[in-house]
Nanobody, 126 residues
Framework: QVQLVESGGGLVQAGGSLRLSCVAS????????MGWFRQAPGKEREFVAA????????LYADSVKGRFTISRDNAKNTVFLQMNSLKPEDTAVYYC???????????????????WGQGTQVTASS
């Protein structure tokens, strides 16, 4: 059984920073692409960032490029999302997910990801 557990969300003022973590179990973590998505009230779930199984390749949504950084620690089965210069429009529930397929490339399509965490709320107040 694959499980993903996010943590690190919270309430910050605009311009502040947060670091999200996602711990995975039930799958050989180092073989899989990991991604972060977010969903604001009344909106569809959208791609934020993804990292390859080795950590050598990353992909970002244009809206977060230069402000957010995705990284992973395969020894600890953990993926991180460092979020700086947060804006009110970043407010959402953030989900981590693992992409189906062994050692495939990064993807921004949520339909390519087969396991999801329960989400963690991030609120950036103006």
């Amino acid at each position: 059984q694959v499980q993903l557990v996010e943590s690190g969300g919270g309430l910050v003022q605009a311009g502040g920073s947060l670091r999200l973590s996602c711990v995975a179990s039930g799958r050989t973590f180092s073989n899989y692409v990991m991604g972060w998505f977010r969903q604001a009230p009344g909106k569809e779930r959208e791609f934020v960032a993804a990292i390859s199984w080795s950590g050598s390749s990353t992909l970002y949504a244009d809206s977060v490029k230069g402000r957010f950084t995705i990284s992973r620690d395969n020894a600890k089965n953990t993926v991180f999302l460092q979020m700086n210069s947060l804006k009110p429009e970043d407010t959402a529930v953030y989900y981590c997910a693992t992409r189906r397929g062994l050692r495939v490339g990064v993807s921004s399509s949520r339909y390519e990801y087969d396991y999801w965490g329960q989400g963690t709320q991030v609120t950036a107040s103006s």
